[in-house]
């Protein structure tokens, strides 16, 4: 596969193809902590996650040919999917034994986690995932207290108590956020790019 296919193309529709094995594994590699931390989210038992992430990997596999991008974003679709999953995992589990307390308050809320707070737990996640990501890239380019800053910013602290933090003058908290945010920047949106159709 050329490297101009690689490129023009997203993940997402590299990935439609069954016979691309590369974009699949790809694929795999980018979304199978997404998929664990949303069933994080809706606590599933841990020892239960891997399983489970690796059942909505298959259903997506056969299912990825019939998304269709103008009935919903990916992100959306994909969170549909992982729910139904959810539901399919705690009915086998009903099935096979009587829940316990803890999991039937489970069930009951995810019963009633509607679409839309489903759609917004994905895209906060979603946001979270990528964020995460662009981040790990950014300290294979800088180095020192470049990224701690951008991410301490990102959490929510002010100048000051960053540059008490890391032992730094605000002045110098200042020219290093300039300096890696719009990189930041341009990581995620490459990201996004490279993955959302």
């Known amino acids: ?8 193309q997203s993940l997402l529709i590299r990935a439609k193809d069954p016979t ?26 841990p020892s239960d996650c891997s399983d489970l992430v690796q059942d909505i990997l298959v259903k997506l596999w056969k299912s990825l040919k019939t ?3 103008s009935q919903a974003k990916f992100r959306n679709w994909l969170g549909r999917v992982v729910r139904n999953a959810a539901f399919d995992h705690f009915d086998a589990v009903k099935s ?14 995810l019963h009633a986690t ?21 981040l790990d890239r950014l300290r294979e380019i800088f ?9 301490l910013t990102l959490d929510g602290l002010s100048v000051e108590k960053i540059a008490k933090q890391l032992n730094l003058s605000p002045a110098s908290v200042y020219t290093l956020r ?12 490459a990201l996004m790019h490279k993955v959302e159709a």
């Open 1 to 8: 596969m050329s490297d101009e296919w690689k490129t023009r």
């Open 20 to 45: 691309d094995e590369e974009a699949w594994a790809e694929f795999v590699k980018f979304y199978e902590n997404f998929i664990y931390h949303i069933l994080h989210q809706l606590n599933i038992n």
């Open 67 to 69: 998304y269709d991008t």
């Open 96 to 109: 096979r034994r009587t829940l316990l307390e803890k999991e039937r308050d489970i069930v009951e809320a």
């Open 114 to 134: 509607s679409s839309s707070d489903m759609e917004k737990l994905v895209e906060e996640e979603w946001m979270l995932y990528l964020t995460n990501q662009a």
């Open 143 to 151: 180095s020192g207290e470049a990224v701690n800053v951008l991410s």
């Open 178 to 189: 300039s300096r890696v945010k719009s990189r930041f920047i341009k990581e995620v949106r």
